[in-house]
């Protein structure tokens, strides 16, 4: 067993080691203790996942336009908010692409604060759930991008303002686009892993004040990079959808 292995991780692998191994058996691959298949990071991501698929259906089922709830509006502020931001970014009709924003922006800021819960830990902390939201958005905005202008234009975004130049341009442009991924992922990880290894190390150290301090600390970060996270993925949209005159 791991050292580190959480409470919760320790309950996944022990009833249900043998479903984690059966999934991984369909994509070909083994787990690097198949007694313990389950790491930390996949299980507080499920438990995520879980929360989301509970609160979604009890706002959904208050939902009220006379007398809206904490919740409802809590997350009409959310909503209100990334729109706004869509359009600071140049996005015209920003509601069209308010679900995927409002769905990452929500799924990273509880993957973040769920590390403050004690005994848990935040998933972002490992660099594959980064990456894997990365991807999303990397696949995401080429796909609105083709949508909004079509195929043979949005390709005409490679070449550049100087068609003579498209050898070198596509290139750097290719370029330019895989190493978005690699920055959202290694922003986040690493934000979220320093936070956390601060908070810590100061939990070893002092019993109240200090921690609190660091936690709440944890608690602006975790804000700051869903927010950041979900701002560059606007921005990636931005320019992809944008129509150059």
Known sequence: MHEHELWLTAIFNNRLAGLANSILGLVHMT??????????WIVMELLV??????????????????????LQQLFELVYQFLIDQTREVG????EKYAPYFGTLF???????LIGVIPTFESPTMNPAVPLGLAICTFFYYHAMGVKEQGAGRYLLHFVGPIPALFLLMVPIELMGHF???LSLTIRLYANMFAGEQVTM?????????I?????GLHVFVSFLQAYIFTLLSMIYVSIATEHEH
Request: proline share 12%; aromatic share 6%; no cysteine.
């Open 31 to 40: 787990a690097e203790n198949p007694q313990r298949p389950w790491q930390n």
């Open 49 to 70: 996942v879980a929360i989301l698929l509970i609160l979604i259906p009890v706002l959904k089922s208050g939902l009220s336009l006379d007398k809206p709830g904490p």
């Open 91 to 94: 996005i015209h009709h920003g």
């Open 106 to 112: 929500i799924f990273i800021l509880l993957m973040n």
């Open 179 to 181: 190493a978005r991924p």
């Open 201 to 209: 190390a100061f939990l070893g150290l002092t019993k109240l004040v």
């Open 211 to 215: 921690p609190a301090i660091f936690m």
